[in-house]
């Protein structure tokens, strides 16, 4: 939809990258009517999600984010079925490596919470690893967990597999449209103002990623939504690295990888990373340009080199590099805000917004739709921010450590 905005909708979503989506398509499927997604780019999913590794990791640390990430697979699963459009979704599992003691106990915690959630996981030997990714070396490994149902997905894909189901399901998409103001009245949402014309609505949501700040900000909240860069790297195609091998994470390193265009792709968390302030740069404005960080990308291949030595002689075809969001408690910011009624979040990702985006999707309906949703829900809520006190210092040096202990034990 392209041409005319319609002069009212009952729900607007700012935003067409994965969160945006995911949700519109978790409310379509949940029954929910009259949906309008408005998105500045000519496209969905340009901005954040297309520059996303596409990694999708179940093993998390506790029973309500496992649910989450198995509610994002089983949606990536069914809508793999699709017979046109496909989030190009690849069950491969995935290896996790511990090179202590430390984190071999972790990873037995982690699969206690894994069986707890129903989330099928098992601890393999090194010749059971060498079997799944025979090019790595894991003779240093101290444990390796397997978890048979993780895999990857194209992160452009995803977007347009969730707009292609939630087009039949009646959600409408207008791109190249620039949300500028929220109208309202009485402590209540009542329009969005936009670069092509006012849409009369009862429920804003704002999924507008690195710009999640400024949108609520028109409605005068502040929330701590702090952009750190995060980038990875694809290497030229590389003999024997197949579509079929699993994704990795080897947490000691902060290394994370999978196979792409028959390439390596390899990312991490950085020790010192660099964040931005999302008041530095206007609604109108993007987060500042990112060039590729060569010494970083760099010590990725060293530390990656005892088990892939070949990657030193690969050469790189690809940075991908963005503005992932976080918060400072590492935690989601979903559902309605108390103090501007029909504002609803569904933002600060802690950079797995493509991998949650239908678990998330699926809180969001929860939190809209009970009366009393659970305590999970309830902790996700943008009032731990609006209704507390908290400084633009703290919020970010706590953003920053949840970047760089993202494997933290
Ligand atoms: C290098 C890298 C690797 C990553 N790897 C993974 C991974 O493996 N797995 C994973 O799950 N996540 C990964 N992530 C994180 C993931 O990309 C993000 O969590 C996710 O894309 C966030 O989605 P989003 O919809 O919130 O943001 P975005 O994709 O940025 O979408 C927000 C949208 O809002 C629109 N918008 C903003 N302002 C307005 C406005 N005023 N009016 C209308 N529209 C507006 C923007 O144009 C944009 O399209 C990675 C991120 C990076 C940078």
Redesign the pocket.
Known sequence: MNANLPAQARIVI????????GVAHALAEAGFADILL????ND?????????????GQPRDSVERVKLAMRSVAIFRELQRDPDVKPDWHEVGSVRVALSEKRAQEFHHLKKIADEAGLETALIDQTEASRRWPLMDFTQTKAILWCASDGYMT?RCVVKAYQHRSSKLGVRFATS????GIICQDGRVTAVK?DRGTVACELVIN??????H??AKLVGLDLPIVPVR???YITVPMDGLTPDLPCFRIPELTL?GRVRDQGLLL?GWEPNSLHTDPREYG?STTPPDIKPDWPVLDSFTEKILPFFPTAKSAGVKTV??????FTPDGRFIIGESSRVKGFVMA?G?????????AGIGSLLVQSLRDRNPSDYVKSLSPDRFTETSWTWADASRQAKAVYETYYGV
Not at 38 to 41: F, I, V
Not at 44 to 56: K, R
């Open positions: 700012v935003g067409g990258g994965a969160v945006g989506c408005l998105e500045r780019a969905v999913g340009e901005v954040t999600t297309s520059q996303g590794a596409g990694l999708c992160p449209v620039a949300v500028e936009t999924a507008a990623g690195a710009h999640a400024h949108i995060h980038e990875y994370y990312g609604l991908g590099k963005g503005w992932p969001t933002g990702c802690n950079a797995h917004g493509i991998s949650g985006s």
